[in-house]
């Protein structure tokens, strides 16, 4: 163009130079032209430069808007009014996976399935044709991947100079995880709200000024009052409560102002119907995103049912324990009274013995030396039946007094290595001829392997089957009584069979029970105390074994004792020694006697003296005391001491000759035979313990002992 303006100028000047004539007119009028000329020329420029740089404006705001509406996080497009795209910016083509000459001149129906162009398109035409702006939810279907999303989009018209609507202007932002999140807290809230109606529990909340700002279902229902305390502070319900100790409010209150959590916080409240119910809750604070309280959480329940249960229990409780502080000082009372009655049985029983034994210690010590020195075969007879009259006394007498420690579970047992042959035949030896008298056969079957020694008590074991044989041979009256020993694994079992009357199965119920027989008329036919069986019976099971019957009537029994006995070897201890004749067992050993009975202080000297032993006597502790302090302790081997004495008793006596030669053996022979006695005969020092009658045999090996003799 400044070319042209160029080839102008050179003509019109061209043109002035032929007109001579007019050359001073034409040059004024020229350089005029050319004035305006050159002014337009310049006015020209200027427009062009200005409207290059509005050019670069635009293109550089063109090219900002492009990228700005590229990187906005939502769908922008534009549409004519036929719904054909105008612009996309890259997310909606990203979207599409489309350039954007692929959008330009196309519409929805090339993008979107049939129903979702069809929805859009209605949205379209009400923005095109209303000429406001739409704010809806369009949900839409991507034709090239099947993806459905949740979109909301804002529509806006837009107008020419005339206010001609020619286009729209739309943004869709996806909500898709919105609408997920929202539908997700909508199941929550529904959840909570089931759980909060279908649970006995209600759930509170208050602001951080501790005013209540919700309430659950439940509450009301069980009080009526969620609406009455709604919008009130924990402070001003407080207030008003008169029916729970201050201090235990102004603990609940303490925590929640300082913002610590609490648990199980019982207390009562007024309901609106008037009557009281027991309520325990527990709450925990809650903050807002900056840290500051925001008031506090929580779950209530109602305990009135279990309040009520615990005082129920309580006063249940109370009387209980009234009932067995009262059932207590009963049961004391009636403990003393068995205990004072058991005291005089033991009493009664000690006493008895005592007063039977020494009178009988005089009648068996004489029978026996009557049967020793007498030569008269009519005599003998005499004093051997006095002998078995007084063995048949002694033996209810031991029976009694062992039951009575069975009772109080005193009774001792031995665990000690024995020989069992020797046992089995002492014992067939002490009925042999008891069974020749009554003309039965005694039999003995040793079956099978059975060890010499074992580990047991010898003497309750000799005990329970002396019982068990002479019971056998009592009631047989022809026939015979077989004895059967065998071993089974570690159970030794003893069977003891007679053909004699037998037992109904009746009796057999009442076999073992102590004080009774198989029939009242065996008592008066065959004698006994009632105790025996019951005795061995009781001995057996504390020994770890037991015993069994089986019978029948006028055909005869079998009684069947097992016992636990450990086999073993024969004690080195025992090994055989040489033993003096019996009538010089205890010769040239001295022995002082403490015995205030004079019967008993001559039954003893003769078992003595007729031992070899030479013997002293004196009446009671005291002149025993007396005799070692003018002998001399050196000048006494033993002391055979009484315990019940006048002046001094036999544990008195026996506690001061400890003091005095501590290593001088004191036997007690005494008329008390129960266990206690014992123990306390050994408390007091003494060395050994020999009950009346003395048997001899008893008595000097005993003795032999305790001077180191055997």
């Given at each position: ?6 080839d102008i100028l050179s ?6 130079n032929?007109?001579?004539?007019l050359y001073p007119?034409?040059?004024i ?5 050319f004035?305006?000329i050159?002014?337009?020329?310049i ?13 670069k ?5 063109e090219?900002?808007?492009?990228t700005?509406l ?5 769908y922008m497009?534009l549409?004519?009014n036929k ?6 910016n890259?997310?909606?083509r ?6 954007i000459d692929?959008i330009i001149?196309?519409?929805d ?8 162009a ?5 949205n379209?035409q ?6 406001l702006?739409l ?14 999303a ?6 806006i018209p837009?107008?020419?100079e005339?206010g001609?609507i020619?286009a729209l202007?739309?943004?869709?932002t996806?909500?898709?995880e ?7 807290l ?7 709200h ?10 509170w909340e ?8 919700y309430?659950s279902e439940?509450?009301?229902k069980h009080?009526?009052r969620?609406?009455d305390v709604l919008g009130?502070?924990r402070?001003?319900i407080m ?6 100790p201050?201090?235990?409010?102004a603990?609940n209150?303490?925590?929640m102002k ?6 199980d916080f019982e207390?009562?409240?007024?309901t609106k119907?008037?009557d ?5 809750v527990?709450?925990v604070p809650y903050f807002?995103i900056d ?7 929580g779950?209530?329940h109602d305990?009135n ?6 005082e129920?229990?309580k006063t249940h409780r109370d009387?209980?324990e009234k009932t067995?502080e009262?059932?207590t ?6 403990k ?8 005089a049985?033991?009493?009664?029983l000690a ?5 039977i034994r020494?009178?009988l210690n005089?009648?068996?010590g004489m029978?026996n030396?009557g049967?020793r020195?007498s030569s008269?075969s009519?005599s ?6 006095i002998q078995?009259s007084?063995?048949h006394?002694?033996g209810v007498i031991?029976e ?8 109080a579970?005193?009774l001792?047992?031995e665990?000690?290595p024995?020989n069992l042959?020797?046992v089995?035949?002492?014992?067939i ?6 069974a020749?008298?009554r003309?039965?056969k ?7 392997d059975?060890p ?11 005990q329970?089957?002396l019982n068990?044989?002479?019971n056998?041979?009592k009631?047989?009256?022809k026939?015979e009584?077989t ?5 089974e694994?570690?159970?030794t ?13 009746d009796q ?5 029970k102590?004080f ?9 036919q065959?004698?006994?105390?009632g105790?025996?069986?019951a005795?061995?019976y009781?001995l057996a ?7 069994t019957?089986q019978?029948e ?13 450990v086999e073993?070897q024969?004690?080195?201890s025992?090994?055989p020694?040489?033993?003096?004749p019996a009538s010089s067992?205890?010769?040239?050993l001295r022995v ?5 009975v004079?019967?008993n202080?001559l039954?003893?000297?003769?078992i003595?003296e007729?031992?070899?032993?030479v013997?002293?006597?004196?009446e009671n502790g005291?002149?025993a005391?007396?005799?070692?302090e003018?002998?001399?302790i050196n000048?006494?081997d033993i002391v055979?001491?009484?315990?019940q004495m006048?002046?001094m008793?036999?544990y ?5 000759i ?6 001088l053996?004191v ?6 035979a129960l ?8 408390e007091a ?7 009346k009658?003395v048997?001899p ?6 003795m032999?002992?305790?001077?180191n003799?055997?």
């Amino acid at each position: 163009m400044d070319q042209i303006n160029v080839d102008i100028l050179s003509q019109i000047w061209m043109q002035f130079n032929n007109l001579q004539v007019l050359y001073p007119l034409a040059a004024i009028a020229g350089l005029i032209l050319f004035i305006l000329i050159t002014f337009l020329f310049i006015r020209q420029r200027a427009l062009l430069n200005r409207l290059r740089l509005k050019e670069k404006e635009l293109t550089e705001s063109e090219g900002n808007m492009r990228t700005i509406l590229d990187n906005v996080d939502a769908y922008m497009y534009l549409k004519d009014n036929k719904g054909h795209y105008l612009f996309a910016n890259r997310q909606l083509r990203k979207l599409w996976h489309a350039e954007i000459d692929e959008i330009i001149g196309f519409g929805d129906e090339k993008y979107f399935d049939a129903t979702t162009a069809e929805n859009i398109q209605k949205n379209d035409q009400r923005v095109l044709s209303d000429g406001l702006t739409l704010r809806t939810e369009e949900t839409n279907t991507v034709l090239e991947t099947g993806e459905t999303a949740t979109y909301l989009s804002v529509k806006i018209p837009l107008r020419d100079e005339n206010g001609t609507i020619y286009a729209l202007c739309g943004i869709s932002t996806d909500i898709s995880e919105l609408k997920k999140t929202q539908h997700q807290l909508e199941q929550e809230k529904q959840r909570f709200h089931d759980f909060s109606n279908s649970s006995a529990d209600w759930f509170w909340e208050t602001d951080a000024d501790l005013r209540f700002t919700y309430f659950s279902e439940q509450f009301e229902k069980h009080t009526g009052r969620a609406r009455d305390v709604l919008g009130m502070t924990r402070p001003e319900i407080m207030a008003k409560d008169k029916l729970n100790p201050p201090s235990l409010m102004a603990s609940n209150l303490s925590d929640m102002k300082n913002h610590r959590p609490y648990r199980d916080f019982e207390y009562r409240v007024p309901t609106k119907k008037g009557d009281i119910r027991w309520l325990s809750v527990s709450g925990v604070p809650y903050f807002n995103i900056d840290g500051s309280f925001a008031g506090y959480r929580g779950v209530g329940h109602d305990i009135n049912e279990r309040k009520q249960l615990e005082e129920e229990v309580k006063t249940h409780r109370d009387n209980l324990e009234k009932t067995v502080e009262l059932r207590t000082i009963e049961l004391a009372r009636a403990k003393e009274e068995a205990e004072a009655a058991n005291s005089a049985k033991s009493a009664f029983l000690a006493n008895m013995s005592h007063e039977i034994r020494t009178p009988l210690n005089a009648v068996l010590g004489m029978a026996n030396i009557g049967l020793r020195d007498s030569s008269d075969s009519h005599s003998q007879v005499a004093f051997n039946k006095i002998q078995e009259s007084g063995k048949h006394l002694l033996g209810v007498i031991n029976e009694i007094l062992d039951f009575s420690k069975i009772e109080a579970g005193k009774l001792a047992l031995e665990s000690l290595p024995f020989n069992l042959l020797s046992v089995i035949d002492n014992v067939i030896n002490m009925n042999y001829e008891r069974a020749q008298n009554r003309s039965l056969k005694l039999n003995v079957n040793l079956m099978g392997d059975l060890p010499a020694w074992v580990i047991g008590d010898p003497l309750r074991l000799q005990q329970i089957l002396l019982n068990l044989i002479s019971n056998a041979i009592k009631f047989t009256q022809k026939g015979e009584v077989t004895v059967s020993v065998s071993r089974e694994g570690e159970l030794t079992r003893f069977e003891i069979t007679d053909t004699g009357i037998g037992l109904s199965q009746d009796q057999l119920s009442r076999l073992y029970k102590p004080f009774q027989q198989a029939d009242s008329s065996t008592t008066r036919q065959f004698g006994g105390t009632g105790l025996g069986l019951a005795i061995s019976y009781n001995l057996a099971q504390i020994m770890g074994g037991d015993i069994t019957a089986q019978s029948e009537l006028y055909v005869g029994s079998t009684f069947l004792l097992s016992l636990p006995l450990v086999e073993t070897q024969r004690p080195s201890s025992l090994e055989p020694v040489i033993k003096e004749p019996a009538s010089s067992r205890l010769k040239g050993l001295r022995v002082l006697v403490a015995e205030d009975v004079e019967i008993n202080q001559l039954i003893i000297e003769d078992i003595l003296e007729q031992e070899g032993a030479v013997v002293t006597i004196v009446e009671n502790g005291q002149q025993a005391i007396e005799c070692l302090e003018e002998r001399g302790i050196n000048d006494i081997d033993i002391v055979l001491m009484d315990v019940q004495m006048p002046v001094m008793d036999g544990y008195e006596a026996t506690r001061r000759i400890v003091k005095m030669a501590p290593e001088l053996p004191v036997i007690g022979v005494t008329a008390h035979a129960l266990i206690d006695e014992r123990n306390k005969s050994l408390e007091a020092g003494m060395t050994g313990h020999i009950t009346k009658p003395v048997n001899p045999q008893e008595l000097i090996e005993t003795m032999l002992m305790n001077v180191n003799r055997i």
